[in-house]
């Protein structure tokens, strides 16, 4: 997510695990290049990793249906699931947005974070400020890890940005739900949601809406694998 792209103050809902709630799904939510590059959409100085030099592309289109979709999208998350490097983007911004009104941040800094990194010891995994411990490493057997995390009560963990890990987690059929802002730019470079190294999947629309400003909310989920016929 793009750390500052939205303060949207709307009635708080967010979703905890409470009472006798199923196992949480795991959703994927991103921003995204009409040519399905996620790389760095908030600034430039985000994550200028490979010879990155557009970051900031989101910056240009602020659109109000776009922040209300986040905030909805993220009134269903009990947890979330992040890379290091979204990680390290996120705590750097959202631990110092504290206005109670703020739905997106008050979910993102109450709610559990599970970090998968090789590189970060548990002591290094911190939150700052109200909520110092809400942060906790994952190691070892991310799959496993991830399938349990997976049978805990609760609605949605949810995972932004983390390229990497997002590999790992779709080539295991780990994701139940994508949510996919589509930006009507192309940039011909930069690191993208979908890879070569992917299993094929078909996809199954749950929701579609285009924005005034022409960014496409679509709601998929996995559908089983890639059928073939002649046409």
């Known amino acids: 997510m793009s750390p500052a792209a939205f303060t949207v103050h709307l009635p708080l809902r967010i979703c905890r695990p409470v009472g006798t709630l199923t196992r949480m799904r795991l959703t994927v939510q991103t ?5 399905g590059v996620m790389q760095a959409p908030g600034g430039p100085d985000e994550d200028p990793s490979d010879g990155f030099s557009h970051g900031g592309w989101q910056a240009p289109f602020v659109d109000p249906a776009v922040g209300e979709f986040v905030v909805d999208l993220n009134s269903h998350a009990s947890a979330f699931l992040f890379g290091r490097r979204t990680f390290d983007i996120f705590r750097a911004h959202w631990p110092d947005q504290t206005d109670p009104g ?15 990194s090789e590189s970060l010891g548990e002591a290094e995994v911190s939150w700052r400020n109200q909520h110092p411990n809400t942060a906790h490493l994952v190691t070892g057997d991310v ?20 390229g990497r890990l997002l590999r790992t987690l779709m080539n295991h ?15 011909g470079t930069g690191r993208r949601l979908f890879n070569d190294d992917l299993e ?11 924005t005034d400003l022409g960014v496409i909310l ?5 559908a089983g694998p890639v059928r073939h016929g002649q046409m």
């Open 31 to 35: 921003f995204l290049t009409l040519d």
């Open 102 to 116: 703020d739905a997106i941040a008050t979910a993102i800094n109450s709610l559990p974070k599970h970090v998968v």
């Open 143 to 162: 799959v496993s890890v991830v399938r349990s995390l997976k049978d805990e009560p609760g609605d949605e963990l949810q995972v932004w940005g983390s």
């Open 173 to 187: 059929g780990l994701v139940d739900r994508f949510r996919l802002m589509t930006f009507p730019v192309m940039l």
């Open 200 to 210: 094929p999947a078909t996809m199954r629309v749950i929701d579609l809406t285009v």
């Open 218 to 222: 679509g709601t998929y989920e996995p």
